[in-house]
């Protein structure tokens, strides 16, 4: 085990369905045992409807092969001109206010089109859990998923809704009866976005989510819009795709732009692969904001099959106790933060815990310590044979990275008028790796997973632990740096999928530790 310098106060030392799937103990608060299972997901994916190249039922059935329990067709707002078959809209389809040049808009696909697919989906496959969301265009800023799931979908009608009232390139009309809303606003700015989330959490604080798509492809979005977002809907703008999609793509992730933060790192975002960056300023002040990975599958061409080389990992509780798991329940497993995103199947399980005396928490959990007390840390994991690819997959190294907690910044000074400075900035400069980990670390068992153990003395600080894992040593030309650390995509050249499925990374969500009477200056 490498140990890292470090800046912390701490001593050295509506469907359910009955998946096939192995049921494992939860304990809540309190003492209460739940059962719950990991299952493995995306939330991002086209189709022909908007601008994919495949049916629905294709996506599906290769997300499935691919091995994912389930997923969430999430394809543009705005206007688009083909049916789920890829064909023009015919004539008599056309009603309800269609823009110009044969397309319809996205609130009526959605409506009438999208969501009875995905309900005869569900029949199809009833081992599986399959939502219905969409991307949203949000206003002066990109994309993002939104899903409203369970009871709450009203078949089809919620979705639609928000897509009507609050898409940026949804250009109707500012009533209509059909849906029952009315206001639509017109203007595309940060304040309509803003809307945009706090509808989600006024009318469905549970049954939604709200997270960002690609989230520095474009440099539109900044960590004051993000906590913009997660102050008005704290319950369903829980996170973002801190690994895109589109890794087949020349410019892996489709990220394009010049800029050093508008690249992928090892396949991922700036804001998480920069270690002390944006997602660590986020976790800095405890917010429980989390990472995903996803597909953005439009064709095979550039993009993988959803499932195929990125996984979301998600526990999901059987809060019901009927040994199924629902829709609702699959939200509340991605809101808690008990996941993990892989790439290449490099991990398939993942089990990060912190533990002090008789307290435990999981990754997205928070772990309460007394002032000067230990913290345990586990690590346990578990890689396939071998991958989709065919090939076989082993972690080189995994880095603890932790971070001081010293709270909620507030976006404005006491006079309440002026714009704090701290709300916009994006780094959190306590954020290090304190720890590495490499197969001497770590101990074998007979069921193929890897164990680690680590310990820390005199907590006196709130803080939050997260990992990384890659397949690649320290010091790899062009790929990682001495530590370990990613290095930007474009030194390897062109992105091939060979290149992809060369390079392998997973991130773990991250766990709080909570000390009681902190003794802070």
Request: aromatic share 10%.
């Amino acid at each position: 085990m490498k140990l890292r310098k470090q800046n912390l106060a701490v001593g050295i030392g509506i469907g359910a369905v009955a998946l096939a799937l192995s049921w494992s103990p939860f304990a809540l608060a309190g003492g209460e045992h739940l059962k719950g299972r990991w299952l493995a997901g995306d939330f991002h994916n086209h189709t022909f409807l908007t601008d994919g190249s495949n049916t629905q039922s294709d996506v599906l059935d290769n997300a499935f092969r691919f091995g994912l329990d389930w997923l969430a067709n999430s394809e543009h707002g705005g206007a688009f001109n083909r049916t789920p078959q890829g064909l023009p809209w015919p004539t008599d389809t056309v009603f309800l206010g269609i823009p110009p040049s044969g397309k319809m808009w996205r609130w009526q696909s959605l409506w009438q089109y999208s969501y009875p697919l995905i309900s005869e989906a569900r029949t199809a496959h009833p081992d599986k859990l399959i939502v219905q969301g969409y991307e949203w265009n949000v206003p002066s800023h990109e994309h993002a998923s939104v899903g409203i799931v369970g009871p709450a979908e009203e078949s089809g009608l919620a979705i639609a809704r928000h897509e009507y009232l609050f898409d940026g390139s949804d250009g109707g009309s500012t009533s209509d009866s059909h849906l029952g809303v009315s206001g639509k606003i017109l203007t595309n700015n940060h304040d309509k976005a803003v809307a945009g989330a706090k509808w989600l959490q006024d009318n469905y604080p549970y049954n939604s989510y709200f997270l960002i798509n690609h989230p520095s492809r474009a440099l539109k979005y900044s960590i004051a819009d993000i906590r913009d977002f997660n102050n008005a809907a704290p319950t369903v703008a829980f996170g973002f795709e801190g690994i895109p999609g589109h890794q087949k793509e020349s410019n892996r992730g489709g990220y394009g732009n010049a800029s050093e933060k508008a690249r992928t790192y090892g396949g991922a975002d700036y804001m998480i692969a920069k270690v002390g960056g944006l997602w660590d300023a986020l976790l800095g002040e405890g917010r429980h904001f989390f990472t995903f990975v996803n597909s953005d599958f439009h064709s095979t061409k550039g993009d993988f099959w959803p499932g195929e080389y990125a996984k979301s990992h998600a526990f999901v509780i059987d809060k019901n106790r009927d040994e199924n798991i629902s829709l609702d329940e699959l939200v509340d497993g991605l809101r808690s933060g008990n996941s993990f995103s892989v790439h290449g199947d490099l991990i398939s399980n993942l089990h990060f815990s912190a533990q002090s005396r008789d307290d435990k928490a999981p990754m997205g959990g928070m772990l309460h310590v007394d002032n000067g007390g230990k913290v345990k840390l586990k690590i346990r994991f578990r890689s396939p044979e071998r991958n989709n690819n065919g090939d076989t997959v082993a972690i080189d190294h995994i880095d603890l990275i932790a971070g001081n907690v010293t709270g909620r910044i507030p976006k404005y000074l006491d006079d309440g008028v002026t714009l704090n400075p701290e709300y916009t900035k994006d780094t959190n400069e306590s954020s290090r790796v304190i720890a590495t980990f490499n197969r001497n670390d770590w101990e074998s068992d007979k069921d193929g997973y890897r164990t680690i153990v680590y310990h820390l003395k005199n907590v006196k600080n709130d803080m939050y632990f997260r990992l990384r894992g890659t397949n690649l040593p320290a010091g790899t030309a062009n790929e990682t740096d001495a530590e370990g650390n990613p290095l930007i995509d474009t030194l390897m050249g062109p992105n091939t999928a060979e290149k992809a499925h060369a390079d392998l990374w997973f991130y773990s969500n991250p766990i709080f530790v909570k000390v009681a009477h902190c003794n802070r200056k």
